[in-house]
C-alpha cells in the first residue's frame, strides 16, 4: 500500500488548467446576434474551426459560442499527445479503409505539418516538441506486436525504429520494459490547455467574436438560416459547426453514434535531476503500451511525468458530470501501476489527479455528418486522438458547409458513418461484457475471445 502514501497531498483537479497563465473567460451572450458561420464549442474542433474559416476568408463573420470556458472539457485535460494519425491508429485505418490508408496517412501528417505552421505563424506557446513516440512491450508477446507493427508503419512512410530491451531501456528506463518500437516522425508532444487558449487568443486576433458560459440549448432552421437558442440570447447563422464531442449533440439523431467514458491521469511533482537521470527520457518521447488497458505517459515541460489511462469507465445513459471525473479506485490503481514500471522512483509523489469525458464512436476515430439541407455540420468521435484529428474535423467540416466536393469530403472516412450504439440497457450490458472480454485478452497473452471477434466482425473493433 506504499503507492497509495503518494496520493496523499494531490490535488484533484487537472493539471494544465492549474495555471497562472490560464485566461479570463470571454463575456456571456446576452442578446440576439447573427453571423455567417456559428461554432457550437470551444475546445479544439471548434477553435480550429473559427480560426481556419478565418484564414479560408478573413471577411466571413464568425461567432463561437461555449458552454464553459476554452479548453474546459477534454481540450485542456488530455495528456497532449498530438498524433498524425486521423484513424485512431494505423491498424484501425488498414482494418477499415484499406484502400484508402495511403491518401489517409499523407493528410494525417500534412494536417500534423499544418498545425505545427499555425503553433509558430500565431506564437502560440504550448510547449510544442517534435519527439515521436515510443510503443514499448510489457509482455513477451507485445515483442513479436511491436516487430509487425513496425515493418507496417515503415511500409505507409514512418520514420521507425524496432527496440530490443536494452535499446528501449537506454530511452527509458524501466525493468517492466522488453522491447520498444519508436516512431519518429508522426507525433509531437504538447501542453494541450496552452495549445487551446492560443488557438482562442489567435480567433480572437482574427475578429472571431467569441462567448463562453454560453451553452447552446436548441437549433431551429428558419428558412435560409439556422438559430442557435442560448440561455440569454439566441445566435441566427448561415451556417452552423456543431463540436460539442463528448457532450450531447443538438441533433438528437447523433446522440447513438458516440458514448462518453471517462479516461483518468496523474501528474507528478517536478522530478529532481537524480530522479531524473534514473530514468534517463533523454528524447522526451511520450509513450504507451500495447494492452487493452494499455498507459499513455509523457514528461512535461517542468519534468513531471504524466501517468494515465487503464482504465474507462462508462455510466448508465451516458451522463457526463464534473463527480465522475474523480474516481479513487481508478487513481489508486495508478498509482500502482506507475511504482511497478519505475520503482527507482519509489518516495515521488503526485502533485494532480483528474478525468474526463472522450467521446467514443464504434469505429474508434472521427465521423462527420450534414443535417437542415447542408445549413449544419457535425464531427464527433475522435475517441481520445482528438488533439490532431480536430484540426483536420475543422477543414472537413467547412468543406461540407461550403458544399465543395474536395479530396478530404471524397473520403469514405467522411462519407459513411459508423454504425451506431444500441440504446439503454442494451448498450450498458454490451460495454460491460466488453470490458470484460479485454481484460481477460490482456491476461490470455492478447487474445480476442469469441464476443471480441464477433464485434471486429461487425466493424465494431474494440481494442483499447
Aim: charged share 25%; proline share 5%; with cysteine.
Amino acid at each position: 500500500m506504499d503507492h497509495l502514501h503518494a496520493l496523499r497531498d494531490v490535488a484533484p483537479a487537472p493539471f494544465w488548467l492549474d495555471d497562472p497563465r490560464r485566461p479570463q473567460a470571454e463575456p456571456a451572450l446576452v442578446e440576439g446576434t447573427t453571423c455567417d458561420l456559428l461554432v457550437v464549442g470551444g475546445g479544439y474542433a471548434g477553435l480550429w474551426t473559427a480560426l481556419v474559416a478565418k484564414e479560408r476568408d478573413p471577411s466571413t463573420d464568425v461567432v463561437l459560442i461555449e458552454g464553459e470556458e476554452i479548453g474546459h472539457a477534454a481540450s485542456g485535460r488530455n495528456g497532449g499527445f498530438c498524433e498524425s494519425s486521423l484513424t485512431h491508429g494505423l491498424g484501425n485505418g488498414l482494418d477499415r479503409w484499406p484502400d484508402e490508408i495511403g491518401t489517409l496517412e499523407r493528410l494525417g501528417r500534412e494536417n500534423l505539418r499544418a498545425m505545427e505552421d499555425a503553433v509558430r505563424r500565431y506564437g502560440i506557446d504550448c510547449d510544442w516538441e517534435r519527439t515521436g513516440s515510443l510503443t514499448v512491450a510489457t509482455e513477451p508477446h507485445q515483442v513479436e506486436w511491436l516487430a509487425e507493427e513496425a515493418e507496417t508503419a515503415a511500409r505507409y512512410g514512418a520514420d521507425t525504429a524496432l527496440l530490443d530491451a536494452d535499446a528501449v531501456r537506454a530511452e527509458i528506463d524501466s525493468p517492466t520494459f522488453l522491447g520498444g518500437m519508436w516512431n519518429k516522425s508522426d507525433t509531437a508532444m504538447v501542453n494541450p490547455a496552452r495549445l487551446a487558449w492560443g488557438l482562442k487568443q489567435a480567433c480572437l486576433g482574427l475578429g472571431v467574436r467569441i462567448h463562453e458560459h454560453t451553452p447552446g440549448l436548441s437549433l431551429d432552421e428558419h428558412g435560409a438560416v439556422v438559430a442557435v437558442r442560448t440561455p440569454y440570447g439566441r445566435v441566427t447563422a448561415r451556417r452552423v459547426a456543431l463540436a460539442t464531442n463528448a457532450y450531447p449533440s443538438l441533433l438528437r439523431r447523433h446522440r447513438l453514434y458516440t458514448v462518453p467514458v471517462y479516461d483518468y491521469a496523474l501528474m507528478t511533482e517536478p522530478l529532481s535531476e537524480e530522479q531524473l537521470a534514473a530514468v534517463g527520457w533523454k528524447n522526451r518521447q511520450g509513450w504507451s503500451d500495447p494492452a487493452n488497458h494499455f498507459h499513455y505517459v509523457r514528461i512535461s515541460a517542468d519534468n513531471r511525468i504524466l501517468w494515465g489511462g487503464y482504465d474507462v469507465v462508462y455510466d448508465y445513459a451516458g451522463r457526463v458530470s464534473a463527480e465522475r471525473e474523480r474516481r479513487p479506485e481508478t487513481f489508486a490503481t495508478l498509482a500502482r501501476t506507475f511504482f511497478t514500471t519505475f520503482p527507482q522512483l519509489e518516495g515521488l509523489r503526485f502533485s494532480h489527479a483528474w478525468g474526463g469525458a472522450i467521446d467514443t464512436s464504434t469505429r474508434f476515430c472521427v465521423f462527420f455528418d450534414t443535417s437542415h439541407h447542408g445549413k449544419v455540420a457535425y464531427a464527433a468521435g475522435f475517441t481520445g486522438l482528438g488533439v490532431g484529428a480536430t484540426r483536420f474535423g475543422a477543414e472537413v467540416m467547412l468543406d461540407l458547409l461550403a458544399g465543395e466536393r474536395t479530396e478530404r469530403t471524397s473520403l469514405a472516412l467522411v462519407r459513411r458513418k459508423p454504425l451506431p450504439f444500441p440504446p439503454e440497457p442494451v448498450r450498458s450490458i454490451g460495454i460491460g461484457i466488453t470490458q470484460r472480454s479485454l481484460t481477460r485478452s490482456d491476461r490470455n497473452e492478447g487474445r480476442r475471445d469469441l464476443w471480441l471477434r464477433a464485434l471486429d466482425r461487425f466493424g465494431l473493433g474494440f481494442g483499447s
